[in-house]
């Protein structure tokens, strides 16, 4: 796997209440504390959040902001979803709802790139790669946590890119559109492709792979992994659709850990007596007890 800073993801099932933060709270502090600095909170299974649940929620977006990374929620029932805009959590984290992905159109071949640059990568130093991707990709007006996930899901990319091959031959093409940014990492392997949807051979020697592709497919708006037309390889084709702001602009930067409300760590401990600024009130309804059901990291 590549040097990117860890990338989990968490499904929750059950209530995320009183009881349960506790727990919770115990995994996403270890994450954290091992270096972890994307995490995805799946709500898929939870349809009860009470007031410590989301101080917790609160709590963890500080967190992990103040030491540089991002945490979001994704899957997230209609009902839960109107009580995270009512109480703002969706200014300060990336909050989708279930079954909500961007629609990537193809692109109008009439449309003149506004810049392409192609990147030789040196396998000792996919820092520097990585590094110089996410410098071209400031130049689209990106959202910072877009920018933070498209800059991750091209690592993973050129990790297994180098994880498959003889580390030879690996290029990074970065053509930036007025829409859209579209990064491929080519290799010159065996030759690997999934047709769209498909999920990745799940082989005790294919889950390095596997997992890779399942991220960057949560953190890319498309993915197509093909082979090379004209030469042996593999080509795994990134998209990153430019979205209207909708949330604070820089609301993901560690430097602006204080946007979150101060009192989020109050609502994370308080709230366990059910004391905290939100009071004792609870949210959504659905089956008691949340449960960390697996985690994925890269």
Sequence with gaps: MSANPNIALLPLEGDLDVRSVPRVKASISHLIDSGCRRIVL?????????????????????????????????????????????????????????????????????????????????????????????????????????????????????????????????????????????????????????????????????????RGIKLMRLLADSVDISLKPSSKGTVVKLVKLVHPQIRIRGASDAGDADKVPADADAVATSDVDGTGPFGSGSYGTGPANTTLSGTMAG
Excluded at 91 to 100: I, K, R, T
Excluded at 161 to 175: K, M, P, Q
């Design 42 to 210: 799946s709500m898929e299974h939870v349809g009860y959040v009470d007031s410590s649940g989301m101080g917790l929620l609160l709590w963890s977006v500080r967190r992990i902001r103040s030491v540089g990374g991002l945490l979001s929620l994704m899957n997230v029932s209609p009902g839960l979803m109107r009580i995270f805009k009512r109480y703002r959590l969706v200014d300060y984290a990336p909050v989708s709802a279930a079954g909500e992905r961007p629609v990537v159109e193809e692109l109008d071949p009439s449309v003149r790139p506004i810049s392409c640059n192609i990147l030789r990568v040196d396998p000792d130093n996919l820092a520097g790669v990585r590094g110089r991707v996410a410098e071209l990709l400031r130049r689209m007006d990106f959202t910072d946590d877009a920018l933070f996930d498209m800059t991750l899901a091209v690592g993973e990319a050129l990790g297994n890119a180098i994880d498959h091959t003889s580390c030879e031959g690996v290029l990074a093409t970065v053509t930036l559109y007025p829409d859209r940014a579209v990064v491929e990492v080519s290799d010159c392997g065996d030759g690997y492709q999934l047709a769209p949807g498909q999920e990745p051979v799940t082989s005790l020697n294919a889950i390095e792979r596997g």
